[in-house]
């Protein structure tokens, strides 16, 4: 499966009708939960899918294949709710009511004419639109989904079916993959790639905006626009951040055919406050995610590794060398072997990933971490890996 996404420039007409298709659904939606916990809370019993949309259909004035998504949409709402609660998360997600302007866009769950999609495309209820369409569909259309932004633009994705692999030619080489805050990534080639952490170019002008939008009046104008304003900028940060990720895929996976990364725990990661803005910056999951499904789609090869003393062991000789996040630089007394500490890293994840060693059995924290503005005493008192409870 995959999924295109295009900018949409519906007319004026078609905006207020979007918007009301979209306040319809979450009324629709609203009225289905509810229907769902009354009947449960009084009579026990567990209303499907289909009990659903039997028992409150939508009106004319929505199309039907839209209101059947909002019982899909109710049904995965509660089977992701048991899901966390077998899988002991801790929050648990019940599913709620949505509030007036939660509810951001309407799925068409079954696209019967692929010719409807293009520069021009047909929504049912909306009509033709203007759509961006910077590239062809591949594969088989199966849903369309029109979305409102916080920003005030239009967007509609479509999810393909039976996508061919993409054209990429895929490199015979392997590598090892070391994240870090100081550079991003370091190779066990020993290159650097820097991400362009665009939260922290642009926390000034959003602290700015974020003080404009909570001075401003509750349910006023000048709200909505400093709200627009606010998330067009966190657009703006999402977009960088995604090309940079995309872009930097590509570019590993010309050159290498196998690539093996750390398996870290960046939940646990970003519990160390002194770090936590840092690391959602660069956003290490996020990146590794599309590394993953860009291999997997060219016909290349991710594996996630064991991270267990990856910057304490020498690359060289595999003697341990203890040092503190502060130090940033490898000196062996045993071999004499001296690099850059990301590098020596990266080396042991490639030597790691061709043993096939199995995944970790404890949890890193704050083992590459970015120690710019931080004292040589807390560097020393951070913990770099934590057994699992």
């Given amino acids: 499966m995959k999924a295109y996404k295009y900018r949409v420039y519906p007319t004026k007409k078609q905006i207020t009708e979007i918007n009301l298709q979209i306040e319809k659904s ?134 393909c079916d039976n996508v061919p692999k993409e054209r990429i030619k895929v490199g015979n080489g392997k590598v090892g ?83 093996y990364v750390e398996n870290l725990n960046v939940k646990g990661m970003v519990k160390n406050h002194y770090l936590a803005r840092a690391i959602t910056d660069v956003s290490w999951s996020d990146f590794t995610n599309k590394l993953f499904f860009k291999a997997e789609s060219a016909g290349g090869k991710v594996v996630k590794v064991n991270p267990k003393n990856t910057s304490q062991k020498c690359s060289g000789c595999g003697e341990v060398v203890r040092k503190t996040l502060a130090v940033r630089t490898h000196e062996c007394q045993h071999c004499g072997l001296r690099i850059d500490r990301d590098v020596n890293a990266a080396r042991n994840i490639l030597s790691i990933g061709e043993i096939g060693q199995e995944l970790p059995k404890y949890k890193p924290v704050g083992d590459e971490a970015y120690t710019d503005g931080i004292s040589p005493k807390q560097a020393l008192l951070m913990k770099q890996e934590i057994p699992l409870q």
């Fill in 26 to 159: 979450r009324q629709l939606y609203n009225k289905r939960l509810a229907l769902k916990k009354d009947a449960y809370k009084n009579k026990g019993i567990n209303l499907l899918r289909k009990d659903l949309y039997k028992q409150v259909k939508g009106n004319n004035e929505m199309h039907s294949q839209v209101s059947q998504n909002i019982a899909d949409r109710i049904d995965k709402a509660y089977k992701n709710f048991f899901a966390r609660i077998k899988n002991c998360e801790r929050k648990k997600g019940f599913p709620r009511f949505k509030k007036y302007g939660t509810y951001n866009s309407i799925t068409l769950p079954q696209i019967f004419n692929q010719n409807n999609i293009g520069k021009k495309t047909y929504f049912p209820k909306i009509g033709w639109m203007n759509v961006k369409y910077h590239r062809v569909l591949q594969g088989t259309p199966k849903t369309m989904t029109l979305k409102k932004a916080k920003s005030g633009k239009y967007f509609i994705t479509v999810c």
């Fill in 177 to 259: 993959i070391d994240f870090g805050l100081n550079h991003f990534i370091a190779t066990s080639d020993g290159k650097f790639f820097d991400h362009p952490k665009p939260m922290r170019k642009m926390s000034k002008k959003r602290k700015i905006l974020a003080r404009e939008f909570s001075k401003t009046k509750k349910k006023s104008k000048n709200k909505n626009k400093a709200r627009i304003k606010l998330a067009g900028v966190d657009e703006q940060i999402t977009n960088t951040r995604n090309d940079f990720g995309w872009k930097l895929c590509r570019k590993l996976i010309e050159k290498y055919g196998v690539i």
